[in-house]
């Protein structure tokens, strides 16, 4: 476990990502939120964490906590509500061992079938911006990564157990989310977590079948090639990590368990960050089941009102009360009705995982959590000390933190922040908690 002191011994750069795809084998998974992968292995190379020490991110994301303890040697586990999230973190961890292998189970990936389907299911969810024929196409080979990389293991007679999802099937999913990222941009945006659905008679996306195959194939052979490149970097042998999908607010991991928390929760910005990955849920929708509508609603930081009466409660303390009584009481239309309702939500749920959180540190283990401030309206939102105020009632005591302000963020791409505001800088804000 860590001591106390080493706090201030702690290498804690920006967490912001520089907007740059980053060299090799993290350039293929470009998921815009999250730390990157040098703030993450900053931490865990100075915290002096014992080598059995076991790590975990509550909020995984595409596995930058998960990924960097695995390559250090450490155990550790992710969660996510996500299972596209879930399927990018595994795909990542992939041994370059495997490197060799994906170019010739993408050939027979890609080999046509003259019996395959030459129509769409009544409800295929590609079919939302792909005509009928390309999304015909890519279900096809969506349906032989199915058929020849997940078995009984993975796809079970009660549900998709993604926990037991190999690495290899991982990557092809992967390699086939990049091809149908690239297909969608016409109807991506300047929001990143914006893929909007074809308007009225706007003409969907259409594809032939060599076209798909030759950019699959394409892909795929980039994240082999770049994979057999880290084999020739000098490693510690890869630690054992666990990926679940589960809900932070309903799911905790066994008491007193983990040394060392590493995590991002979602920014309080009504970002739907389940918008981000739509072509990808689309393409998981036979494996999953997953509706985005239900997705977002469980995600902390939804913009849907919550379907049941919230109540501030006093242990979020002072500064979050004065933060929800102003939203409540601002003269902007749907403030009250709206707005607050989904703050409430927003605070209720990340109180909930705090506790699940500092429940699972062992006594005087460290949570290190990465925290955005943000604003409604001209209101600001003093987030970094909110979470502080909860934590501490969650029996984590902060000993350091480290801001760093940002010019720019993912809330001032909406262009009716600047009626309140004319600054869109924020502060990102490191916090280092130990267990009292």
Known sequence: MPRHTSFNKLNIISPKRNGLPPPGWEGFFPYYAGYPEGFARGILESIQLPTNAVVFDPWNGSGTTTYAASQLGFTSHGFDLNPVMITVARARLLPPSEADSIDPLAKEVCKYDPNEARTAAADEPLCIWFDEGTAVHLRTIERNIRRQLVG????????????????????????????CRELTAPFRSTNPTWLRKPKGKEKKISAPRNVIVQKLLKSLHGMATALAERQKTKATEQGRCDLALA??????????????????????????????????????????????????????????????????????????????????????????????????????????????????????????????????????????????????????????????????????????????????????????????
């Open 247 to 436: 809900d932070t607010t309903k799911t905790a991991l066994r008491s007193a368990s983990v040394d060392l928390v590493l995590t991002s929760p979602p920014y309080c910005t009504r970002i739907d960050y389940t918008a981000a990955t739509r072509i990808e849920l689309a393409v998981m929708g036979p494996l999953t089941q997953t509706l985005p509508k239900q997705l977002s609603r469980q995600m902390i930081g939804t913009t849907r009102v919550p379907q049941h009466e919230i109540k501030v409660d006093a242990a979020w303390g002072a500064r979050c009360g004065k933060f929800l009584r102003a939203v409540k009481n601002h003269p902007s239309k749907a403030s009250e009705i709206y707005y607050y309702r989904t703050h409430l939500d927003y605070f209720e749920k990340l109180a909930r995982s705090l506790q699940h959180t500092s429940d699972a540190l062992k006594p005087k283990g460290a949570a290190i959590l990465v925290i955005q401030d943000s604003y409604y309206k001209e209101l600001h939102n003093p987030l970094p000390a909110i979470v502080a105020d909860i934590a501490g009632e969650c029996g984590l005591a902060l000993r350091r933190r480290e801001d760093f302000r940002l010019g720019h963020s993912m809330t001032g791409i909406n262009p009716h922040t600047r009626a309140y505001r004319t600054s869109q800088d924020v502060v990102e804000s490191v916090l280092c908690f130990s267990k009292q």
């Open 152 to 179: 009984s293991m993975t796809q079970t007679a009660t549900g998709l157990r993604l926990d037991h999802m190999s690495g290899l099937a991982a990557t092809f999913y992967v390699g086939l989310f990049a091809v």
